[in-house]
């Protein structure tokens, strides 16, 4: 008996030994379905609608925009803090980039004018007015759109993240796009952390809506406010001449970039893409050998 009641024992032990080291089963939240996820896409449109209407009237008292959007909650502005909630949030009621982050207390939506930004946006303002977005939820990002924006008309707009790249996403039409960014680029013409967006999208505009004859201006403008000290930019002006299928000048491009550095792998790669493209295929070997070589 005594051996049978050890024997038990020992039994129970193996059991409970077995069932905690078992992790519990976690449930795996189903993806909203197409229905579910128009419903979420309307319900922050809606609360992106009530912010633009708090920061009004946070605008008219203070005579200035919120620190964060946090500084909203208050009767007098935005009094359901639900409302900075977005029903699409799985991260726990936070911005997606964590510069966007509220310090204060839950918010889903990145908030794009706190003071250490707002030499930049003011930037981007000039460029494109104001369709900028004042703020931005990414928590509905698919194959469609990644943000819903609420600009500084206080108008809620769908983008991609990059909204710089195809701007006219956020304006009413092509040409308002590039009647905005003409008058910008007037303004700035060599800024250049905008230009690398800037230039592009207005000549890729002025293709899609028929007006190629005004790339050539537009890649002249360009050329004229280059900065030797900004390689970046060479890529920039690669991006334009491509559409206007130049290839003779882009070669010339990277071969003097690869004169000032031998060694830059993706100008060695974009040579030889451009050496097989004008057919000289003995060069654009040579070139991948190079390339080859500097991965060894």
């Not at 299928?245 to 882009?250: G, K, L, M, P, V």
Request: charged letters at 25%.
């Amino acid at each position: 008996m005594k051996a049978i009641l050890t024997l038990g024992i020992v039994l129970s032990l193996l059991i409970i030994s077995a069932s905690a080291q078992v992790p519990p089963i976690e449930l795996i939240e189903a993806p909203p379905t197409e229905e579910q996820r128009e419903e979420q896409i309307e319900i922050c449109t809606q609360n992106l609608i009530a912010i633009g209407k708090s920061i009004q009237a946070y605008l008219k008292v203070n005579g200035d925009f919120p620190e964060w959007l946090s500084d909203l909650y208050h009767p007098r502005y935005l009094p359901d803090p639900d409302i900075l909630i977005c029903p699409a949030d799985r991260v726990g009621g936070r911005a997606v980039f964590p510069r966007n982050i509220d310090p204060k207390m839950p918010v889903s939506y990145g908030y794009q004018f706190p003071s250490k930004h707002r030499e930049r946006v003011q930037e981007n303002r000039d460029m494109y007015g104001n369709v900028v977005p004042l703020v931005r939820c990414r928590h509905h990002g698919n194959e469609e759109f990644h943000c819903l924006n609420l600009n500084y008309a206080f108008n809620v707009k769908r983008s991609f993240s990059i909204w710089e790249a195809t701007p006219e996403d956020l304006y009413e039409s092509r040409e308002e796009a590039i009647a905005a960014i003409e008058a910008g680029l007037q303004q700035q013409p060599d800024n250049e952390r905008l230009s690398d967006h800037a230039y592009p999208a207005l000549a890729r505009l002025y293709i899609e809506t028929g007006k190629p004859e005004k790339v050539e201006g537009l890649v002249n403008l360009f050329k004229s406010n280059i900065s030797p000290n900004y390689p970046r930019h060479y890529l920039t002006l690669s991006t334009m001449l491509e559409m206007l299928e130049r290839n003779e000048d882009i070669l010339l491009l990277f071969m003097r970039l690869e004169k000032q550095d031998p060694n830059d792998r993706g100008v060695l790669r974009k040579l030889a893409e451009i050496h097989q493209e004008l057919g000289n295929t003995e060069l654009a070997g040579n070139t991948e050998k190079g390339l080859n070589l500097y991965r060894c």
